[in-house]
């Protein structure tokens, strides 16, 4: 036997001694507390109720499935998402949103803002949260932005849809209804680029300055026409597969749990009673905020023509945002975290007041141009 088998032998037989020597040095951890709780529950459960545990997951499965292979895989919201990205990559690739900040840009001068701020929120237009966090943060930090403007870029980028299938979706669902969706774009989408930073840097963060770039960023990739349809078609089937299905798998998952155990009907009616009130389709309102607007608007544009025309639009200006939550308290913080001078916590609060003010623009722009915009 080798001399260095015999160390390795010596190693575990004094690690085996240690643990039997100490049994009682080991304290339980929180977690291990929490899982023989969980251990001591399911073996009650089986014992008294074995149909209980079958009854949770046929219900998660059920709510599940009814979305996500009948929406999803077997309906045509997953050929529409993959579509729609395919049309919004082309049209970065033919300078759309570098044509977007060459026309923004310099009326950040005119605010006295940081011109940088409106860089992530023009990016989001068509349709890239992630993509956004990740270029436009190491720019404001090279561009010297305070803090205060970093915080009013990300409120500003959470007004614009995380999904440029959401847009698409949601015009779908305008036109059903004969609205007019030039001035909701307008209003909804492209205004608040620049009345969101004004109103902020003028408000809650005022530590602001006017700097205009020196050297715009370009942001149309160099890529071939081919290349550019083909990457786009699999960037669109990895949005469907790998992020959105499964966030919408987790959210459904959680109301299967909550519908099984009778309360999720309560909760649905609270949150359907606050969007009625702030003129919001309750259904697609509550898809926005807790799975993803993007099926949203594809439920909205089925059944557009039997609602309310003013509940359309405000579902339409709640989805065009950086919704659902799940992306306000957890992609956005992140991102934004390791990308910018902002801790997560100061993202995430600047995140939350962008989708506070956002639904309070899809009440006003409802409440007072709907005979405008009908």
Do not use: C
């Not at 085996?16 to 339980?28: F, G, L, S």
């Not at 987790?250 to 009907?265: C, E, N, Q």
Request: hydrophobic content about 55%; overall charge neutral; charged content about 15%.
């Amino acid at each position: 036997m080798s001399e260095a088998k015999k160390l390795a032998e010596e190693a575990v037989k004094s690690e085996e001694q240690a643990v039997v020597a100490h049994p009682d040095k080991r304290k339980w951890a929180k977690i291990e507390l929490v899982g023989l709780s969980l251990v001591i529950i399911s073996l009650l459960v089986m014992m008294l109720s074995p149909s209980t545990l079958a009854g949770l997951f046929n219900s998660i499965v059920d709510q599940v499935f009814s979305v996500v292979v009948e929406v999803f895989l077997t309906g045509t919201v997953g050929v529409t998402i993959i579509v729609s990205v395919i049309i919004g990559r082309t049209l970065e690739r033919l300078g759309f949103t570098d044509a977007l900040i060459r026309v923004f840009v310099p009326v950040t001068k005119l605010l006295k803002i940081n011109s940088a701020v409106v860089i992530p929120s023009i990016y989001n237009i068509l349709g890239d949260i992630n993509a956004a966090g990740k270029i436009a943060g190491p720019i404001l930090v090279k561009s010297g932005a305070t803090k205060d403007e970093q915080k009013i870029a990300v409120a500003t980028m959470v007004q614009s849809q995380q999904s440029f299938s959401t847009f698409m979706l949601g015009m779908l669902a305008l036109t059903a209804v004969g609205a007019n969706a030039f001035v909701v774009v307008v209003l909804a989408v492209f205004l608040p680029v620049l009345v969101v930073p004004f109103l902020l840097s003028k408000t809650i963060y005022r530590d602001t300055k006017a700097v205009q770039l020196e050297n715009l960023p370009r942001f149309t990739p160099k890529t071939g026409a081919l290349p550019t349809v083909f990457n786009a078609a699999r960037e669109g089937a990895e949005l469907v597969f790998l992020l959105i299905i499964p966030a919408v798998a987790v959210v459904f998952a959680m109301i299967g749990v909550l519908d099984y155990i009778g309360i999720w009907t309560t909760i649905e009616s609270g949150l359907s009673s606050v969007l009625l009130a702030l003129n919001i389709e309750p259904e697609t309102g509550i898809l926005s905020i807790l799975a993803t607007p993007t099926l949203a608007m594809a439920q909205l544009a089925e059944t557009a023509a039997s609602i309310d025309p003013r509940l359309v639009i405000g579902s339409f200006v709640l989805a065009s945002s950086g919704l659902p939550l799940s992306t306000v308290l957890g992609q956005v913080p992140v991102i934004w975290g390791a990308n910018s001078d902002l801790s997560e916590k100061e993202a995430m609060g600047a995140a939350v007041l962008g989708i506070t003010m956002r639904i309070i623009t899809a009440f006003l722009i409802v409440y007072f141009l709907t005979p405008i915009l009908v």
